[in-house]
């Protein structure tokens, strides 16, 4: 019997120690994602952290886990947050939320991207599971890319862009306007679709001076003759850059 007791209590003390052991890999993963990660229950406390969220906060790990959604966020962006972790609750399923907006500890805005699922912990106790991610810096270009789209679509001059074959990679809706030929027509097409082979060597010579020191700021004139597509011949000032 004190074998048996033994034998028990190293197996007990075994488990422990790799149930501790799991614990701890698991936490170590957590903390080195770069996303924010949370476990938050039904009445809207937190139950699981990661050092990115926190750091988010400038908080400790410790000072989220068993904090309420009102205390780390906005009131109506914890408000959004529990009606969103009721409907993934309800639903059972995983869902992915658009972008809301989340106030950092320094007072900045920043644009996360959230992920929910449900979430099982203790014996009858439900929960979400979220994963957020920064895609502040992201949203910022892309609003960029959709400004410089905007200002080379309101030229009215034809701007492109060709690859190191010339071929068209890239038009504006004034080169459409002035050859004639729509954008799929021009993409993928060679200069030479509106260039006689005189414009298109003098094309791959400016290229070559251009690109002979790498890419620069300077900006070289030439004149062509555009071919439209009904065939009129266009007198046209070029600069390539």
């Known amino acids: 019997v004190l074998a048996n007791r033994i034998v ?12 501790e052991r799991s614990e701890q890999q698991l936490r170590e993963i957590i903390d ?14 937190y139950h699981l952290a990661n050092e990115a969220l926190a750091e988010f906060h400038d908080v400790t790990v410790d000072e989220i886990e068993g904090a309420d959604l009102a205390d780390m966020l906005d009131a109506s962006v914890a408000d959004a947050f529990q009606e969103d972790a009721a409907e993934v609750l309800e639903s059972g399923a995983a869902k992915r939320f658009p972008d809301v907006e989340v106030t950092d500890a320094s007072g900045d805005t920043r644009v996360l991207e959230p992920r929910l699922r449900p979430y099982e912990f203790g014996e009858t106790d439900s929960a979400v599971l979220g994963l957020a991610s920064d895609v502040t810096s992201r949203r910022e270009r892309e609003r960029e890319l959709e400004r410089h789209e905007t200002m080379v679509e309101t030229v009215p001059d034809g701007v492109y862009v060709l690859d190191e074959d010339l071929h068209y990679v890239a038009v504006n809706r004034g080169m459409t306007e002035l050859t004639g030929y729509s954008k799929s027509e021009l993409i993928g097409s060679h200069l030479s679709l509106i260039n006689d082979d005189d414009a298109v060597a003098r094309s791959k010579r400016h290229r070559e001076r251009l690109l002979a020191d790498g890419i620069s700021d300077e900006i070289m004139v030439a004149e062509n003759t555009h071919v439209t597509a009904d065939g009129e011949r266009i007198p046209c000032e070029v600069r390539f850059r």
């Open 8 to 19: 028990n209590a190293v197996e007990h003390h075994r488990s422990r120690r790799r149930v």
């Open 32 to 45: 080195t994602l770069p996303h924010f990660l949370y476990v938050v229950d039904e009445e809207g406390t």
